[in-house]
């Protein structure tokens, strides 16, 4: 019997990887999994099978990498596997599809806790389960640093898929979701001077939601171009100009709504909300053009207009700040 | 103009990731993938569009991390491109499937060489072209470590999937593909001391070549139960037989073709080719089951049979080694 003097709790030692076997591990994490009803066979053999009645598949990936993406002084297991999932979703709404299902590569160090990965499951599983959305297979590998890829799929339900490249002159500019709540919590974090229990942004930066169900309903309503805002509004914008060779005229008035909703952070942090705005990206809102002869559909609103020429402006002004990259130093 | 006794000549440093933006980077490696033609959208979208005719689809998702995968001392990027792309496409092929997509997300170091990354593209090309498969879409991220991880999909073409639990007493236990050759090719590479260039099993390791067409031939054969050769044949086959609900008994005369070609390596390093081919996995072979009253499709060969009880027998021997485990010390 253990002396309590001379031996430490055995719950005072967290139980890691190491102390699992990839058969054990996997046993504490897949029953976590959400089915989903499009899954015909999931986790176990050497891969699943999911249901794609109307003949074609949405497919797309994302990697979160410990220390690029997240941090796991900030992220819990949970929240990085509801931002994973998340993120992947909004990739395949942003197509005009309904998610399906998703399968997840998992890179982590021996010394992880084991409670980090159940968390994890438990992240996917929040994201994914009230969508009706299956995790049904996946790999896991140790590795230096955490690394979760998520690769997600949809059903488009016999509409077609709605790319980046269909914009045209006339239409409306119109997003669905948050602008800029990501970019303001994780700056309250950065600043890490203020009570991040009093700013829920910190929440949509920790745990984004993104407007899943407003990618079918553009597509429905005859959104001639969409994607999901990555990477700031200002440069995902760029990105439906260069695709559909016109030009993006955003308009600050139309997105007083969003700044007025970050006003309150910004002054705490001596910040400009409009920044947060138009360039931080991981709301995941969806950003799409329509037919102005037609009504919007509910979840969208109008803020801009898709003009003849090329970029974007603001106000009438080329904006200077572009959002970010990756490997640029 | 540079004056070559004082600067570097250009050609001297290698291109690093940290040379280039995302978007440059993706624009050296985007064009070298293949369409394929069940791609209906291809990369630079949100997300890709695959073609499902037959209203399922088959999804498998694997990780390579640098340094317990691969080295980068022994296998360049082209290598370990050929090396994901195969073992997710021998994953599909085990389901009774036919490859028809993947996609890829890519964890590197800032100062990986671009033309590493361009290699990855090349390997992943040319694993995937000569079956018709799409690159179709992915990520990329810095991180510390390389890690390349792959899903893939694959068309059933009508028949049922395969799955691993459905060997009956009686029938015969089959394989498809190599066995041992990858982990002797491990071995000279480990061992140091042997010319690589003479023993052709190191390419077995460094670019597995899965026999992909067998896998759908299994299927109209009748299999039943399929997996492809991962983590040993002791160890794949046990998966077969939990799943099953019955034993698999297995015979080294059957398997002594397998032996034979191992021999003259084993010689050189002292060690028991028998072993490989027991226990290496990673040729990515199929082990199939398939009813005795019908004839094995032609890539088969019969190595033992499914009887009642459980567990894997060799020569009627339950063997000790069985496979490796990631996580175990």
């Known amino acids: 019997m253990p002396d309590p003097d001379r031996d430490p709790a ?4 967290p139980e890691t990887v190491a102390d699992l076997s ?8 897949v029953p976590r999994l959400p089915r989903g009803r499009a899954t015909e066979l999931g986790p176990g053999d050497d891969a699943a099978v999911v249901e794609v009645p109307t003949g074609r598949v949405v497919v797309t990936a994302d990697v979160l990498v ?4 997240f941090r796991r002084a900030w992220s819990t297991g949970e929240d990085v596997g509801r931002r994973a999932a998340a993120q992947n979703l909004a990739d395949v709404a942003a197509m005009g599809a309904r998610p399906t299902a998703l399968v997840v590569t998992l890179v982590m160090p021996a010394d992880l806790e084991v409670a980090w990965v159940v968390g994890l499951a438990d992240g996917l599983a929040a994201a994914s389960a009230p969508h009706d959305v299956g995790v049904v297979g996946g790999d896991l590998s140790s590795g230096e640093r955490i690394a979760v890829s998520v690769t997600a799929f949809g059903e488009l339900d016999g509409v077609a898929p709605v790319t980046r490249s269909g914009a045209r002159p006339g239409d409306v500019v119109a997003v669905a979701g948050t602008l800029g709540r990501s970019a303001a919590g994780l700056a309250v974090l950065l600043d890490g001077t203020l009570d991040a229990s009093e700013h829920d942004v910190v929440g949509t930066y920790l745990r ?4 899943l169900t407003a990618g079918p309903e553009a597509a429905r309503a005859g959104a001639t171009a969409m994607l999901d ?7 995902d914008a760029g990105r439906i100009a260069v695709a559909s060779g016109c030009g993006l005229e955003l308009s600050t008035s139309l997105l007083a709504p969003d700044v007025e909703a970050l006003t309150v952070t910004a002054e705490e942090l001596g910040l400009d909300p409009v920044d947060w705005v138009l360039t931080g990206g991981e709301d995941h809102g969806l950003l799409a053009t ?3 002869d037609r009504p919007l559909p509910p979840s969208f609103r109008r803020i801009g207009a898709v003009v003849a020429g090329a970029g974007v402006r603001v106000d009438g002004v ?6 970010w990259d990756h490997f640029r130093a």
């Open 318 to 323: 080329t904006p200077t700040a572009e959002g």
């Open 22 to 29: 990839e058969t054990d591990l996997l046993a504490r994490f």
């Open 290 to 292: 329509f037919p102005a």
């Open 10 to 13: 055995p719950e005072t030692v």
């Open 208 to 211: 984004p939601d993104p407007p």
């Open 229 to 235: 805002v990555s990477d700031g509004l200002v440069r």
């Open 66 to 69: 410990e220390d690029r993406h």
